[in-house]
């Protein structure tokens, strides 16, 4: 007696599809979570980077930090923003594009915000909230929303040059 081959039953397919729909609901948050993370990464990369500009500006200025507006709406607006400013210590503008930002850095030119308050002023003689140091956890530059995942969501340049998703604001003896 000869058998012909067997298919699948309907059941067995829908049985194989809820499997399917059941780990693909699992590991799609789970994948989200790691492209966020690696976003951020990413973004505290960039911002070591404009630190290193913001270093070399720093040896070319006497010390003194770059007198700046903390952003603008659109890139044809004429103000010195952090983008202008740093441009030819840095090599690439794509420094200035937070991989989270979708929209902000095609309309300003920049994902990242400049801390008004530091404007000209002395490396070494920094304030912030009526204390000043010259060893800081000031901070310089943050990400322009809270694009990343996680408390605050925003990353830091500190003017110690280390980059950090953790809000650490305040001077030191």
């Known amino acids: 007696m000869k058998s012909s081959p067997r298919g699948f039953t309907l059941t067995e397919l829908l049985v194989v599809l809820a499997i399917l729909g059941a780990l693909a609901a699992l590991l799609i948050p789970a994948g989200r979570g ?3 993370r690696s976003r951020s990464a990413a973004c505290l990369g960039n911002l070591r980077q ?3 500009g913001l270093e070399a500006y720093l040896q070319d200025h006497t010390q003194l930090m770059p007198d700046l507006a903390a952003g603008r709406k659109s890139k044809s607006e004429d103000l010195p923003v952090l983008d202008t400013a740093l441009a030819e210590y840095l090599p ?3 420094v200035f594009h937070c991989p989270a930002d979708s929209d902000e850095f ?3 030119g920049s994902s990242y915000f400049w801390n008004t308050t530091q404007s000209g002023r002395h490396r ?3 304030e912030f909230f009526g204390s000043s ?3 800081q956890r000031i901070p310089l530059v943050t990400d322009k929303e809270a694009w990343h ?3 605050p969501g925003v990353n830091f340049l500190y003017a ?3 980059a950090s998703t953790k809000v650490h604001f305040g001077v030191g003896p």
């Open 34 to 36: 790691v492209i966020g």
């Open 50 to 52: 404009i630190g290193s």
């Open 92 to 94: 690439n503008p794509e």
């Open 106 to 108: 095609e309309k300003s």
């Open 124 to 126: 070494n003689r920094l």
């Open 133 to 135: 140091g010259a060893s």
């Open 149 to 151: 995942p996680g408390e």
């Open 160 to 162: 110690d040059f280390s």
